[in-house]
């Protein structure tokens, strides 16, 4: 109806007999222009660039200066010129045939740790704990191999970290707490188990996500590494920690806590450079009683974040 009254105006502007000079280009134009410059015309923003109508030229009113500040209709888009869309390379750097299969191989380690975690998972469900908890231990040995691959052979990218981000949420933010779960089964009220292994999820999530937009420090972590937190918990399922449940429950949530924390806890790398003699303690409480030493070296690391926190605000 609006096309039709508008052609009717066209006629009725030529039939009264309104002048040739009178008449405006844009009366007698086609209507999909005059629809797609309405907006223009409704705020009189037309008249701003034409310094015959009273505009001062030096003011600089441009065709770019009013289209910024031009309202825009909900009803019809703004219209802008399209992009084009910039295909981003998985592997950085040259292309060739050799560094592709590297970078497949990096990445098949990536996917080996995501599938052993769902095969935690399934065996979880069907009462294999044990086996489940095996698994998850051949997660964490994965996840440590795909990162040196990729340092090693050169083919390290931005899209490997996030596949071992997303593999990781996978392995120790859910498979973990899932086998847990299982473990704690009959020991421990439902209701405090699953409060617990959620809080692990949870946590888990969070300290992803905190490492992927936090600065690196090549020295310590910023609380506890999620790998190694589903290494705790895989190894006490693997060996049957002796404990009571109700202590388990409150080891799971610290833990779950430990990795959100600012405690600064030692890497690996500093850990091997320790004095020999220092290594000798374990090796021999592990002859002796592996589930007492481990127990101890879990605590002594837990212990040894807040202790470091400490120290560094005495020194600053």
């Known amino acids: 109806m609006r096309r039709s ?6 006629v009725l502007l030529v039939r009264v007999g309104r002048r040739d000079g009178d008449l405006h280009p844009t009366d007698l134009a086609p ?21 015959t109508l009273g505009v001062d030229p030096t003011l600089g009113l441009d065709r770019a200066h009013v289209d910024a500040v031009m309202p825009v209709s909900p009803a019809m888009p703004p ?9 981003i390379p998985l592997l950085p750097g040259e292309r060739t045939m050799a560094r592709r299969m590297k970078f497949a191989l990096v990445n098949a380690c990536t996917l080996a740790s995501l599938m052993l975690g ?21 997660c964490v040995g994965f996840d440590g191999l795909d990162g040196a691959l990729a340092r090693r052979l050169g083919v390290a990218s931005p899209f490997g970290a996030q596949m071992d981000s997303l593999a990781d949420m996978c392995s120790f933010g859910l498979a973990a707490p899932v086998v847990v779960y299982a473990s704690l089964a009959g020991s421990v009220s439902t209701a405090a188990a699953a409060v617990a292994c959620a809080l692990v999820a949870a946590c888990a999530a969070i300290r992803l996500a905190r490492f992927n937009v936090s600065p690196k420090d090549g020295r310590f972590f910023c609380g506890v590494p999620t790998t190694m937190a589903a290494a705790v ?11 009571p449940g109700a202590v388990l429950v409150a080891g799971v949530a610290l833990l779950a806590f430990a990795m959100v924390s600012s405690f600064p806890y030692a890497k690996l790398a500093r850990l091997v450079k320790l004095p020999p003699w220092l290594w000798l303690a374990p090796v021999i409480g592990a002859l002796v009683d592996i589930r007492l030493t481990f127990a101890l070296i879990v605590v002594g ?4 974040g807040p202790v470091l926190w400490l120290r560094q605000r005495r020194t600053a």
Request: glycine share 4%.
């Open 31 to 51: 209507t999909e222009h005059r629809y797609a410059d309405r907006q223009r015309r409704r705020y009189g923003l037309d008249r701003l660039s034409r310094p």
């Open 233 to 243: 918990l895989a190894v006490t399922v693997a060996i049957g920690l002796p404990v």
């Open 79 to 87: 219209m802008t010129q399209t992009d084009e869309a910039h295909s």
């Open 118 to 138: 769902m095969l935690a998972i399934f065996l979880a469900m069907q009462g294999e704990v044990r086996m489940a908890a095996l698994c998850l231990i051949a």
């Open 5 to 10: 009254s508008t052609f009717a105006r066209q």
């Open 301 to 304: 690391y837990l212990v040894s």
